[in-house]
């Protein structure tokens, strides 16, 4: 497809568990971003990969988050031993390039994540 | 982390009727974007303001960036059932993600 694409659309867990969120971004996109949106909140920064450049980790809100980049294409967004807290709508982001001027975000639809 | 404040948290409204949500902040930015986002689907950007006391018109939407370049405005003339939606400011530097606030929430009634 054109667009962001993230699966699962939904994700029920149990705490504990360990989850895998993917994310393939627009084709030619050297930019990705994810963010959490706890419900009827606005959006918060996970982490910002930008081609090969070292990742910008510092939304991620514990050691149990993280997240890889193939390259400047297929993203994964993993979290360890989820907790309640962790339960929110996981979207992921792409973008032609660092300069944010002239280069809009592309969301996906994003991962629901729901931890019993 | 440079924060953005978005206000009011929500709005209720009759169609027909005009309104003004606001973003702000105490850094500057070297751009600020809005997004609308409807219930179930991800983001979707309305417009990129880059110069200090720009005005963009989109439609029925009329945005405007601060001289200063620290906060912006979204006015809606003639509100629409289908203007509904979250409302995001995001703003950041060339090189550095994207921060967002949290969003005005907007319903416009028939």
């Known amino acids: 497809g054109a667009g962001v694409s993230q699966s699962p659309s939904n994700k029920v867990t149990e705490k504990g568990k360990d989850v895998e969120l993917r994310c393939d971004p627009i084709?030619?996109?050297?930019?990705l971003y994810w963010y959490r949106q706890r419900l009827g909140q606005g959006l918060e920064f996970l982490i910002y990969?930008?081609?090969?450049?070292?990742?910008?980790k510092s939304g991620l809100p514990s050691d149990r988050f993280s997240a890889e980049r193939t390259g400047e294409s297929v993203s994964t967004l993993t979290i360890q031993r989820t907790q309640q807290e962790d339960s929110a709508v996981y979207l992921c982001?792409?973008?032609?390039?660092?300069?944010?001027?002239?280069?809009?975000?592309?969301f996906g639809e994003g991962s629901r994540l729901t931890v019993l | 982390t440079q924060l953005l404040e978005q206000s009011p948290q929500f709005l209720s409204i009759q169609e027909g009727e005009n309104l003004t949500v606001y973003c702000n902040s105490s850094?500057?930015?070297?751009?600020l974007q809005w997004y609308r986002q409807e219930p179930g689907e991800g983001p979707v950007l309305l417009v990129t303001?880059?110069?200090?006391?720009e005005v963009k018109k989109l439609k029925r939407l009329t945005f405007q960036f601060g001289d200063a370049r620290k906060d912006s405005s979204l006015h809606i003339t003639a509100a629409q059932p289908g203007d509904t939606g979250l409302y995001l400011c995001?703003?950041?530097?060339?090189?550095?993600?994207?921060?967002f606030g949290k969003g005005t929430s907007l319903l416009v009634t028939p």
């Open positions: 982001a792409s973008s032609p390039g660092a300069r944010i001027m002239t280069g809009e975000l592309f």
């Open positions: 995001a703003g950041g530097e060339s090189g550095y993600a994207l921060n």
């Open positions: 850094s500057v930015f070297s751009s």
């Open positions: 990969f930008q081609g090969n450049s070292a990742p910008d």
């Open positions: 303001v880059v110069t200090g006391g």
């Open positions: 084709s030619g996109h050297t930019a």
